[in-house]
Nanobody, 116 residues
Framework: QVQLVESGGGLVQPGGSLKLSCAAS????????MSWYRQAPGKERELVAT????????NYVDSVKGRFTIARDNAKNTLYLQMNSLKPEDTAVYYC?????????WGQGTQVTVSS
């Protein structure tokens, strides 16, 4: 059974940091391109960051460049998103996604709220 389970979300003040994790099981994690998406209330789901299977190439949406870092540990089947210098506009539900060609899986999401 395929599972992607996000954790690490919560309430943080502006300027603070959070580290999200996405634990994968039931598929060959190391072969998949992994991504973090987010969806704020009333907005479409947005691609935040992507990392290829080997981990050597990453991409970020402009709004998080220099603040967020995506990483993966293929030995632990886990994806990470280190989020620094958080802003209120980063408030959203964050989802991890696994993709290999036409096959994709989603996690259930974890809430991140940035507020004073």
């Amino acid at each position: 059974q395929v599972q992607l389970v996000e954790s690490g979300g919560g309430l943080v003040q502006p300027g603070g940091s959070l580290k999200l994790s996405c634990a994968a099981s039931g598929f060959s994690f190391s072969s998949y391109t992994m991504s973090w998406y987010r969806q704020a209330p009333g907005k479409e789901r947005e691609l935040v960051a992507t990392i290829i299977s080997g981990g050597g190439i990453t991409n970020y949406v402009d709004s998080v460049k220099g603040r967020f870092t995506i990483a993966r540990d293929n030995a632990k089947n886990t994806l990470y998103l280190q989020m620094n210098s958080l802003k209120p506009e980063d408030t959203a539900v964050y989802y991890c996604k696994a993709r290999l060609m036409y096959q994709s899986y989603w996690g259930q999401g974890t809430q991140v709220t940035v507020s004073s």
